[in-house]
C-alpha cells in the first residue's frame, strides 16, 4: 500500500542511464532528473558522489541523458549497483551488442530516446551533486514504455 510509503518513494519516476566521456567512457543509472525549464530547454540531473560518471561529467560538464525501455530493467545492476571505478562497463555492453553511438557518445541501442546536455552550474547536494543543464540535442529512437522505479521494485532490483 503507497500509504506505507515515504513520500518521496510515492511517485513511481522513470529510469535513466547518464553516458559520460572523460577520464573513461561511462553508463550510470539515474533516477534523479527532472524538465526544469521549457524555453530554454533545461534539466536536472542528479550524480552520485565518487562514481566514475560524476567525475567524468565534473570533468566536461557534457554527457548523454538515456530514458530506458522497461524492458531494461536487466541493465540496472550492471550500470547502478558496479562501479566505473571498477569495472569496464562499456566494453561489457560491447560483447553484448547493446551499444550504438550518437554525437560521439556511446547509447543504448534499445532506448526510448536520448538527450545531450551541456551543464552550466553544479550545486552539492548530500550524497549527490546537481546539474542544472541545457538541452543541446535530442532524438527519440524508440517506441515503448519507460522503465519506472515501480519495475525495478517489482523485479526486486532496489527496495522502496
Known sequence: MS??????????LPVYSVSSKGITDNMHICTYVSAVSMQPKRMMVALYAGTRTLA???????????????DQYRLVNQLGKLSGNNIDKISRLQKRNLLSTWNNYFILKDALAVMELQSFEMIPA????MFLCDVI?????NEGKALTTRILHEKGI???
Open 3 to 12: 500509504i506505507r510509503k515515504k513520500p518521496w518513494n510515492r511517485i513511481d
Open 158 to 160: 532496489i527496495r522502496i
Open 137 to 141: 540535442s535530442y532524438k527519440n529512437l
Open 126 to 129: 548530500g550524497d549527490h551533486t
Open 56 to 70: 567524468n561529467a565534473t570533468m566536461t560538464g557534457r554527457f548523454v541523458l538515456q530514458l530506458l525501455h522497461e
